[in-house]
């Protein structure tokens, strides 16, 4: 039987629109043979939340280089379980301070991608865990 | 292939046929014959191929021969004078440095107006704001889609009263002052101009610039609010009430800035520039203004990244089209229209979070190749800016950095140095060559507005970029500390943006709509509303809107329900 595919979300949530790091994690996910959706840009987390029940994705990649990343990742995690996707592994790329990490860690993200990782290691840690859960 | 038999092919000759026919001299060839083959069978060079960081192929040796035809009187001419390759000043940093702009914003209106008055004191030389994402995107801080952005990746505008902490005690009659904001640029320039009248300074004199670049928003950085006909024309309409009003007062800088870091080439970020630019002319031209009288305002912003030749090569080929198409595509008169002033900022992309205080070099060489280039000003990134805004000792840094390359290496005491190099020569023919393919082709489209609509430019933008990415990937172009040389290393220091900002922010908005009168706010946003039914020019009434306190996301929303919104379909 043939494996079925990981699908992927790929979301741009707040106001800003630098989307060169979304799009080339889009792509990258896309090249490694997942099933990826781009939701474009401005993205609330209910927007985000519900896309993600939608299209029933095992992984859901923020992008988030504004800086409001505490605001919005707290809000999506407890959308995501009121919505029943306990199972759903929520990852965040960009411009993170180490400060803020073990609290979003807490709150469920399961990778925080700063700048300078490379596409590979993103496609390896989304094997890994997609595989294990 | 082995990595030595691809080498050795670069020195092949080229065909009859191939565009970059290159006929050396006896003496060349004989060198590559009888010194070059025979080190390269015993030691062959370090890649098979060498290209800039855009991937344009560089050969390993640039001579005459790499400029056949050349004529230094047509192509090179003297500064200050047609085609402008060597400057646009008759004596550049000899006469005047360029303007020390560094870029400033966060939180409150008083936090920032804290920053320009120490920048000011450290002997920066001009004003440069940045303004938080819900002021980018035309909403109040204490709107919804504000939560958790507000003071953030710059400072807080909502109102005119912010607007006048920000530049309180600071003379706009004395300083100039640069505004990174597009889609609201109109209603932020109101609010500018505003301070400006209430400090007595005048319209005729106050100077400064305007980003107000809507077509690389579409491009890049997707700061849009509006479609594009209404964006442009708001943006017309500042050209017209510039004209009139405040004639030494730039109302956009044509960016490419935002398109390379968007992950562009050079070549790219220069074509699609300088087609915006041309895009504005038109629509100007076709307002019914005189392309002599606004396009002298007209102003450009160019990104300085890593690849120090290819950099200089991209801002000399900058002036040479622009000086073309002035005088060949639209019969301009007027010198002040030919020559193209640019800002220049370091790329912000280029920055590593690894080995932060490594950014430190990156951004001087960068700031070294915009001055070689002939900037008219800089800002130079801060090394913690991959992890956030910068803090005072950072942003100081950055500072001393210019005031270094001003001061002490030398290289501001000719006009041009690299003038003449067969290489940066031969480096700006090809970038003119491929920018000016590009702006044909986009002409071929019915031009920018066409051809974003079709998402050309962001589709060669994104394929530039991925391409990027992968080559960084491989290890085929190297990152110092991140896909080599890599360190442990000591977590920095960094700004932290006090979270009270928004909270402050929503009480000083509830007090403002308390205090002003909401009949006359209500009355000047239905004058604007109406206006921007018919073909008026906006500026008048955004003016009026502004003065009676009428919020910026008020402003905004007046035009939202006339405009509408845009969605782009999203390119991956």
Redesign the interface.
């Known amino acids: 039987m043939p494996e079925k595919k990981i699908r992927v979300l790929?979301a741009k949530p707040?106001?800003?629109?630098?989307?060169?790091g979304a799009?080339?994690i889009?792509?990258?996910l896309?090249d490694a043979g997942m099933e990826?959706i781009?939701?474009?840009?401005?993205q609330?987390p209910e927007m985000i939340a519900s896309a993600a029940v939608q299209e029933d994705v095992d992984v859901i990649g923020l992008s988030i280089l504004?800086?409001?990343h505490?605001?919005?990742c707290p809000q999506l995690m407890k959308l995501l379980h009121d919505k029943g996707m306990h199972d759903v592994t929520v990852l965040v790329g960009g411009?993170i301070?180490?400060?803020d990490i073990p609290a979003l860690k807490q709150s469920g993200i399961a990778g925080i991608f700063?700048?300078?990782t490379?596409?590979?290691d993103i496609i390896e840690f989304i094997h890994k865990r997609v595989a294990h859960s | 292939m082995s990595e030595k038999s691809k080498a050795t092919t670069q020195t092949a000759p080229p065909t009859e046929s191939s565009p970059g026919h290159r006929e050396s001299s006896a003496k060349e060839k004989a060198w590559e014959k009888n010194t070059i083959q025979p080190i390269l069978e015993k030691n062959p060079e370090r890649l098979a191929e060498f290209t800039t960081i855009s991937g344009l192929p560089i050969r390993r040796l640039y001579t005459k021969a790499d400029l056949p035809n050349w004529d230094p009187d047509r192509e090179l001419g003297f500064p200050g004078q047609p085609p402008y390759t060597r400057g646009i000043h008759s004596t550049m940093h000899r006469g005047r440095l360029w303007t020390m702009r560094q870029f400033a914003g966060f939180g409150t209106a008083e936090d920032t107006n804290q920053r320009f008055r120490y920048l000011t004191s450290q002997g920066q030389t001009g004003l440069s704001t940045a303004f938080d994402?819900?002021t980018?995107?035309g909403?109040d801080s204490d709107h919804a889609?504000?939560?958790?952005?507000v003071g953030?990746?710059g400072v807080a505008i909502s109102s005119l009263a912010d607007m006048e902490v920000l530049f309180d005690q600071i003379p706009l009659a004395n300083v100039t002052t640069s505004m990174t904001i597009n889609s609201p640029a109109a209603v932020i320039w109101a609010m500018y101009l505003a301070v400006a009248e209430k400090q007595g300074a005048d319209w005729k004199k106050i100077s400064g610039t305007l980003q107000n670049d809507i077509l690389k928003?579409y491009i890049a950085?997707?700061?849009?609010i509006y479609p594009p006909a209404p964006s442009m024309r708001l943006v017309i309409d500042t050209f017209e009430f510039g004209v009139k009003n405040t004639p030494k007062f730039n109302p956009i800088s044509i960016s490419g800035y935002h398109i390379r870091?968007?992950?562009s080439t050079a070549i790219q970020e220069l074509a699609f520039t300088l087609r915006d630019g041309l895009e504005y002319v038109e629509w100007g031209m076709r307002r019914g203004l005189d392309i002599d009288e606004f396009v002298p305002q007209l102003s450009f912003f160019f990104n300085a990244h890593n690849d120090f030749f290819e950099e200089i090569a991209k801002y000399r080929a900058a002036r040479r089209i622009w000086h073309k198409a002035m005088v060949e595509r639209y019969k301009s008169k007027n010198p002040r229209s030919w020559a193209l002033r640019f800002h220049s900022q370091t790329a912000g992309?280029s920055l590593?979070?690894?080995q932060p205080f490594n950014n430190v070099v990156r951004t001087a060489i960068q700031a070294l190749a915009a001055v070689l280039g002939g900037t008219q000003s800089l800002h130079t990134n801060s090394l913690d800016e991959?992890?956030?805004l910068p803090t005072e000792f950072a942003a100081t840094i950055a500072l001393r950095t210019q005031q270094i390359i001003a001061h002490e290496t030398g290289v501001t005491n000719t006009v041009d140095p690299l003038g003449g190099s067969y290489f940066v020569e031969t480096l700006t023919n090809e970038i003119e060559r491929g920018a000016s393919d590009y702006i044909e082709k986009i002409d071929a489209m019915g031009g920018m507005v066409a051809a974003i609509e079709r998402g050309y430019p962001q589709r060669e933008i994104?394929e530039a970029?991925?391409r990027y990415?992968?080559a960084?990937?491989r290890k085929e172009k190297i990152?110092v500390?991140?896909?080599d040389f890599v360190s442990e290393e000591k977590?920095l220091e960094?700004l932290q943006?006090d979270e009270t900002v928004a909270h402050r922010q929503s009480e000083r908005l509830r007090k403002l709509r308390a205090d002003r009168s909401k009949s006359e706010a209500d009355r000047r946003l239905n004058a604007l509303r109406t206006a921007a039914k018919g073909n008026e020019n906006l500026m008048p009434f955004i003016y009026d809107a502004v003065k009676s306190y009428a919020t910026l996301g008020e402003i905004c929303d007046a035009m939202r329900d006339v405009f509408g919104t845009y969605?782009?379909v999203?390119?991956?």
């Open positions: 790929i707040g106001l800003d629109g630098h989307d060169r799009k080339i889009a792509r990258a896309r990826v781009y939701t474009g840009l401005r609330t504004s800086g409001a505490n605001t919005i411009i301070p180490e400060a700063l700048p300078g490379s596409t590979q | 994402l819900p980018l995107m909403y889609l504000a939560e958790g952005e953030k990746c928003e950085q997707k700061e849009y870091e968007a992950g992309c590593t979070a690894q991959a992890w956030a994104a970029s991925y990415q992968m960084v990937d990152i500390g991140v896909n977590p960094i943006i969605e782009e999203a390119i991956t």
